[in-house]
């Protein structure tokens, strides 16, 4: 009875020490999710607020002072976007085609370059990955100019696979460096296993590598899907013709309203239309977007 008396205090003390450390620990957690939802509310307020105005008649939309929240609620806008000019659908489909030939030419420089680079023995081959990123030190605007002189004599001016090449030039020192990362993320004893089954350099790339690099092609994929999207200054210099134009364009366009004035019902608009897609395919791939990163950073 003595000894279990003693026990006792000891017993209820350790479940104090417990139950305060459980406490604390829920108190962290609740304070980290508080500072979650701030961030996600001042992180979506503005996507809020334009979906708002997008609603809004053109009238209130430009009225002063303006309104956080529509009086009333008003398609116009959205109509207005949809039928101007050569018509909402031909823009959209010269942005989605010019990312996807972007896509597609990224994927096919970068993975080849990269795999090379990370699994073979190339004399000054740090050198040669250097001087593939050095790209990323100069202002791209300083090569518009040259780039469209040369597109012209070539006829790639005006068309959305010159476009395509410009935004590929733009995001082809990432893809590379994202790629080797991923390829240099694999075990060697994979690519000895393959080469001791009798794989050739193409075949092991085709039935190895390239399942096992699928995040950070996914990743190299999305990024240069947004980036081609969203690239407004080089599409503005290399499409001059109605039909050729992309969505950013587009955007510049549906925004004027009479008299130089803003119709900023109508950009609002544009702007949830421009997203819509960037935020779907993101969310389709967000899984292989954070392991790729993942898989990226970690040698």
């Known amino acids: 009875m003595t000894v279990l008396a003693e026990a006792a205090p000891r017993i209820t003390t350790g479940d104090r020490g417990i139950a305060r450390v459980a406490g604390e ?10 500072a979650c939802i701030l961030v996600i509310t001042l992180m979506l307020s503005p996507v809020v607020l334009s979906f708002l105005a997008s609603l809004k008649t053109p009238a209130e939309s430009s009225a002063s002072p303006p309104s956080y929240l529509p009086h009333s609620l ?15 659908l031909t823009y959209v489909g010269n942005s989605l085609g010019v990312a996807a030939i972007a896509i597609v030419l990224c994927l096919a ?9 990370a699994r073979f023995k190339i004399p000054f081959k740090e050198g040669w990955f250097i001087l593939l990123l050095a790209p990323l030190m100069i202002p791209y605007q300083a090569l518009l100019t040259p780039l469209y002189l040369t597109f012209s004599k070539i006829g790639l001016a005006n068309s959305m696979l010159g476009l395509a090449i410009v935004h590929t030039v733009l995001q082809l020192p990432f893809s590379i460096y994202m790629m080797r990362n991923s390829f240099e993320s ?5 690519e000895e296993a393959a080469v001791m089954d009798g794989s050739t350099t193409f075949q092991a790339l085709r039935n190895i590598f390239l399942p096992l690099v699928t995040p950070g092609i996914v990743t190299v994929a999305l990024f240069a899907f947004i980036n ?9 210099i290399f499409m001059n013709k109605e039909t050729s134009f992309t969505v950013p364009i587009m955007l510049t366009g549906v925004r004027a309203g009479r008299l130089g004035a803003v119709d900023w019902g109508s950009l609002q608009a ?12 993101y969310l389709l791939l967000q899984k ?10 970690v040698k």
């Open 186 to 190: 694999i075990p060697r004893e994979i």
């Open 109 to 117: 420089l970068s993975v080849p370059t990269a795999y090379g680079l």
């Open 270 to 281: 544009g702007v949830i239309i421009s997203i819509l897609p960037c935020i779907l395919i």
């Open 25 to 34: 620990a829920r108190g962290v957690r609740y304070l980290v999710g508080a």
């Open 228 to 236: 081609s999207w969203n690239e407004f200054l080089s599409a503005l």
């Open 74 to 88: 008003s398609l116009e806008n959205y109509a207005k976007v949809y039928d101007w000019q050569a018509g909402l």
């Open 288 to 297: 292989y977007y954070v392991s790729g990163f993942l898989s990226g950073a």
